[in-house]
């Protein structure tokens, strides 16, 4: 609120001072250029499927098109999960929270990255810190006025009827965005908006 150019409550975070998208497609990126046998498999079936080229897939359809390839592998895999699991095991491990600590755990979540942070000072919660795929996927522009994937994706697409820009609504819903954590994201940069009116 101190700021002249803050617009939104989410944070911008950057990976080595850059914006990144998290989230299936990434995951699928990650995959196919490792050479990941089951995401290169599926994703060159769906590619050819399409009739498109690669390229095309860093698009609102490549992300739906990865969502779907993911649910594809983790439903193949789980056959296999599901034979590990010991009846009668303990599904938690009792923690004693410590008089003083500080932790972080980090995770892909089907939307993309999660990182929690926590601080314990006499045993109780002093500083607790999420920064959820929604805002690395939905983050504005930044101290250096660098806009987050979302709103990079957004600007230049072409609205048919600005009182109903369903592109719009189309692009931010294939990020998959949290209602919880996308609440602000609503209130989109005014430039970014005219930007995306205007062609």
């Known amino acids: 609120p101190d700021t002249a150019k803050g617009h939104t409550w989410l944070k911008a975070p950057r990976y080595d001072g ?3 998208e998290v989230g299936p497609l990434a995951r699928a990126v990650v995959g196919y250029l490792s050479g990941h046998a089951p995401t290169k498999a599926l994703a060159d079936s769906a ?4 009739g498109v080229a690669p390229e095309a897939m860093a698009s609102t359809m490549g992300r739906h098109v990865a969502r779907v390839l993911e ?6 895999a789980m056959v296999g999960w599901v034979t590990q ?9 009792p923690v004693k929270v410590p008089e003083e600590g500080s ?9 993309g990255s999660l990182l929690h942070t926590i601080d314990i000072q006499g045993h109780k919660i002093a500083r607790y810190q999420l920064v959820v795929p929604t805002t690395w996927n939905c983050s504005p522009k930044d101290d250096k006025d660098v806009p987050g ?3 990079q994706a957004l600007i230049g697409t072409k ?10 609504v189309r692009i931010v819903r294939s990020y998959d965005p949290c209602l919880a954590c996308a609440v602000h994201v609503v209130n989109v940069r005014r430039d970014t908006v005219a930007k995306v009116r205007a062609v």
């Open 18 to 20: 850059r914006p990144v």
């Open 47 to 50: 590619i050819a499927a399409l």
């Open 71 to 76: 649910a594809k592998m983790l439903g193949d």
């Open 85 to 93: 699991l010991k009846p009668g095991e303990p599904t938690a491990v």
């Open 103 to 111: 932790g972080m755990g980090l995770v892909e979540g089907p939307r």
């Open 149 to 151: 994937p979302c709103e």
């Open 159 to 168: 609205v048919a009827d600005a009182e109903n820009p369903v592109e719009i």
